[in-house]
Each structure stands twice: as structure tokens, then as C-alpha cells.
């Protein structure tokens, strides 16, 4: 019975990829079996109340995926974003979350959080939801993501910035008109539109 028990939760890591010990209760699981797969070296704790297959390839998305895991209410947004989407060169040490404005602020370990609060129509707006190896992580899309760039220009710098709107506009991941529109929704468009006006 264990050993059926150990193979089903090997097998719910694999199609989740990050599993917390609250997840096995809807699929009748104990979770002494998750220490028991750690202790035979199936599985590996990647982070407080987080495990995935011991050996699973380690990519740059692991992190999006650990902070989605524990904060399923929260949007990679700002750098994380740009990063996610290949639109700047800044590496973050941490991951840029937004979260509702009432929500409370979470306070994982690790991976260290830059937290930033959005209305519920700026929360919703824009998003895009990636599937990552089983996860799924909620994404500013690339021009939501430039916009929101310049919203916050003092906290990321208006040349990182410029530098995502070059870059978003060269790898024609918006056009001007889609990126003008969602600065006209984010009351933008006038600090926006001489750049886009001299890059496009």
C-alpha cells in the first residue's frame, strides 16, 4: 500500500512539478510519504514546504515557479517579467510579485520577494498564465509589462524602461498601437508616447 502510495505522489511531482504537503490531501495522500521519499532520495526540498523529483533540471524559471507554488494569488510583473520575456538584460536577485492591493504581504524565505500592490483591475489586466512544468505562472504580458516599467520608473529606472521598449518593439512583441492602448488604460500615454513616437 505505501509503495502505490509513493509511486502516485512521485507521480503527481512529475505533472505538478513544485508540490507542497497541502496539495496531497485532495488526492488522498499522506504526507509522511513525502518524507519518506526525501529520505530514500526520490525527492528534494527546493525551498520551505516545497519538493520536486530529486535530479529534476534546475532552469532559470525554478524560482517563478517556487514563489508561484507558495503565493498562487500573486503576478510575476516588472523585472521578473522583462525577464521572463527575454525584453532586458537586468538579472533581479529577487522576484518582482504584484498581489492584490488588500492582500497581505507574503513572506517566504526564499526566493527573496520585491513586493508591489495593484488594483484589482491593474491585477487583472494584461496577464498572461504560462504552464512550467506543471506549474502555472501568471505573467505580466510583454507590453502590460513595458507600461508598467515606466508607471514604476523610479523603482526600476527610466533606462531600463527604454531599454524594454526598445527592445519590446525590436522583437515586435507589441506594436506602438497595442503598447499606446494599454498606456492610455494605465494613464501613461503622455509620458510614453515621445518614445514610442521616436523608436517606432
Not at 504584484?98 to 491585477?123: E, H, N
Amino acid at each position: 500500500m505505501a509503495s502505490s502510495r509513493n509511486e502516485q505522489l512521485i507521480q503527481l511531482v512529475r505533472n505538478l512539478g513544485v508540490i507542497r504537503p497541502r496539495d496531497l490531501a485532495t488526492h488522498g495522500i499522506a504526507r509522511e510519504h513525502i518524507i519518506r521519499l526525501c529520505e530514500k532520495g526520490d525527492l528534494q526540498r527546493v525551498g520551505r514546504g516545497l519538493y520536486t523529483l530529486a535530479g529534476a533540471p534546475m532552469d532559470e524559471n525554478q524560482s517563478l515557479r517556487e514563489v508561484c507554488k507558495r503565493v498562487p494569488s500573486g503576478v510575476v510583473c516588472l523585472l521578473s517579467a522583462l525577464r521572463f520575456h527575454g525584453l532586458t538584460t537586468q538579472a533581479p536577485h529577487e522576484i518582482w510579485l504584484g498581489i492584490p492591493s488588500k492582500a497581505k504581504a507574503p513572506k517566504p524565505a526564499y526566493p527573496p520577494l520585491r513586493i508591489f500592490r495593484f488594483s484589482d483591475q491593474a491585477f487583472r489586466s494584461g496577464v498572461d498564465r504560462h504552464r512550467l512544468a506543471g506549474v502555472e505562472v501568471p505573467v505580466t504580458n510583454p507590453a502590460r509589462t513595458v507600461v508598467d516599467c515606466f508607471r514604476f520608473r523610479n523603482k526600476v529606472g527610466l533606462d531600463v524602461a527604454l531599454e524594454a521598449l526598445r527592445d519590446c518593439l525590436g522583437k515586435k512583441r507589441a506594436t506602438p498601437d497595442g503598447l499606446d492602448k494599454i498606456a492610455a488604460q494605465f494613464r501613461m500615454a503622455n509620458v510614453m508616447r515621445p518614445y514610442l513616437e521616436a523608436l517606432a
